[in-house]
């Protein structure tokens, strides 16, 4: 009877032991990575005086000797598709994309939603009342974020150049017509004023919208030694908040801005 009683007691500790290593164990993850890059191609859409990408493929065959060989030369305007701006595109002492570590491009994702209006008005610009909105929502806006402005253009129209761009024609004969929302001012001097971000990215070819003369949005933006991300893919699919955004752009030595392959991580 006391031998029994011995190995139920240790079948119980055992048992227990299980359920407490069960409890432990780590959980599978349920991050999920969403890739926000537009492919380059013939489609990609660009500022209408800018040079757009090229491919020109140069060898796709069995070479003589037996083996397949296969190479392309591309060539592009640095500022299209999916790409980021280094501060200098509109600072005289900022800095180029090779000056910029590493850290700086990646950072919590903030995403400020405003389809809605931007539907109702094309020539929309984000408010420091949007942002504000967000907080009221969301808390404070993290240290060292992506401030991102989901307007819907690109996730609706892209790579329709005259959706998106608000126009098909090209040249400087675009430049009047061209129509999409954009950054305020007010909202970039409120951030780079009173939040310690890293940067903003926007769906749409600039962050100043189609209309603007002067450039304020870019010029403040890069005025404070911040980044600048256009044309971001696939926002409708983002959270509002609680992502990590990754920005990799090409090292161009004293580039003013990079092609970028951009993703978020979230749970």
């Not at 761009?165 to 675009?174: I, M, Q």
């Not at 990590?244 to 951009?262: D, F």
Request: charged residues 20%; glycine residues 6%; hydrophobic residues 40%.
């Amino acid at each position: 009877m006391e031998r029994n009683r011995i190995f139920q007691i240790l079948f119980l500790i055992v048992l227990a032991l299980c359920v407490t290593l069960t409890c432990k164990s780590p959980q599978k993850s349920q991050s999920q990575w969403l890739d926000m890059t537009y492919p380059y191609d013939n489609n990609t859409i660009y500022w209408p005086t800018a040079k757009p990408f090229q491919l020109v493929k140069l060898d796709w065959k069995v070479s003589e000797a037996g083996w397949w060989y296969a190479s392309n030369e591309f060539s592009a305007s640095e500022h299209g598709g999916t790409h980021v701006d280094a501060p200098i595109h509109f600072s005289e002492n900022g800095r180029t994309i090779d000056q910029i570590p590493l850290e700086e491009w990646v950072g919590p994702a903030v995403k400020i939603d405003v389809v809605h209006k931007c539907e109702s008005n094309r020539d929309y610009l984000l408010s420091v009342e949007d942002i504000l909105a967000w907080e009221e929502e969301n808390g404070h806006i993290p240290g060292k974020a992506w401030v991102i402005m989901f307007t819907g253009i690109d996730s609706k129209y892209y790579p329709d150049k005259k959706n998106v761009l608000g126009t098909s024609k090209t040249g400087e004969d675009a430049i009047p017509d061209l129509r999409f929302p954009g950054f305020s001012p007010e909202s970039i001097e409120y951030l780079v004023s009173n939040r310690n971000i890293t940067g903003i990215a926007i769906d749409t070819p600039s962050i100043d919208n189609g209309q603007s003369k002067d450039f304020l949005a870019h010029r403040i933006l890069c005025g404070a030694d911040k980044l600048a991300l256009e044309n971001i893919a696939q926002l409708d699919k983002l959270p509002v908040s609680g992502a990590t955004l990754y920005v990799i752009p090409m090292l161009i030595k004293e580039g003013t801005g990079s092609p970028a392959r951009v993703f978020a991580l979230f749970n």
